[in-house]
T-cell receptor, first 115, second 114 residues
């Protein structure tokens, strides 16, 4: 079974609007971390935000927030007030405490911000 | 800030050549990883290392080997390059302990095998 599933290959959003990128995960480990990365066309992978499985609050970093629904095993990324520079690939990833050396990645969502 | 440096941004090699991709990190991370990225397939793990001289196979190790002689350096070796190894290669590192330590990536190497 896939550890991380991103069901949206491509998304479009109007500039200044908010957008939600979906991510669901599969684990039986009670201790895990969830991460989102941004990959612009230049290729580098940029770490955006982290959510721990025991965190009570949803993580936020500037315009990025993570909508963490533990019972549904979802960790959606919300980008508020989209900017043209947000156009990129976005990857969701998970790291389990039991297999702490491995990271599991989704296949990514390509976001295009329309002026 | 963590810095993960990959030796080449773009590389063009011929079929059958032995290819070395080098990666250096400056944050004393125990774990280092090599991924391959292809359109529609996401990131696939080739090899990772959790300590000097230690290595573990990832999902697609065939045709590749690795070397970690020093903690800060992790090399990916294509023993005999083939055209199906044309891809983007990403090196990354992290601390070993805990689920909260993120991966830090290099800028990637776009390898073309002709």
């Amino acid at each position: 079974a896939q550890k991380i599933t991103q069901t949206q290959p491509g998304m479009f959003v109007q500039e200044k609007e908010a957008v939600t990128l979906d991510c669901t995960y599969d684990t039986s480990d009670p201790s895990y971390g969830l991460f989102w990365y941004k990959q612009p066309s230049s290729g580098e992978m940029i770490f955006l935000i982290y959510q721990g499985s025991y965190d009570q609050q949803n993580a936020t970093e500037g315009r990025y927030s993570l909508n963490f629904q533990k019972a549904r095993k979802s960790a959606n990324l919300v980008i508020s007030a989209s900017q043209l520079g947000d156009s990129a690939m976005y990857f969701c990833a998970m790291r389990e405490m039991d297999t702490g050396n491995q990271f599991y990645f989704g296949t990514g969502t390509s976001l295009t911000v329309i002026p | 800030d963590v810095k993960v440096t990959q030796s080449s941004r773009y590389l063009v090699k011929r079929t059958g050549e032995k290819v070395f991709l080098e990666c250096v990190q400056d944050m004393d991370h125990e774990n280092m990883f090599w991924y391959r990225q292809d359109p529609g397939l996401g990131l696939r793990l080739i090899y990772f290392s959790y300590d000097v001289k230690m290595k573990e196979k990832g999902d697609i190790p065939e045709g590749y080997s690795v070397s970690r002689e020093k903690k800060e350096r992790f090399s990916l070796i294509l023993e005999s390059a083939s055209t199906n190894q044309t891809s983007m290669y990403l090196c990354a590192s992290s601390f070993r302990q805990g689920a909260s330590s993120p991966l830090h990536f290099g800028n990637g190497t776009r390898l073309t095998v002709t």
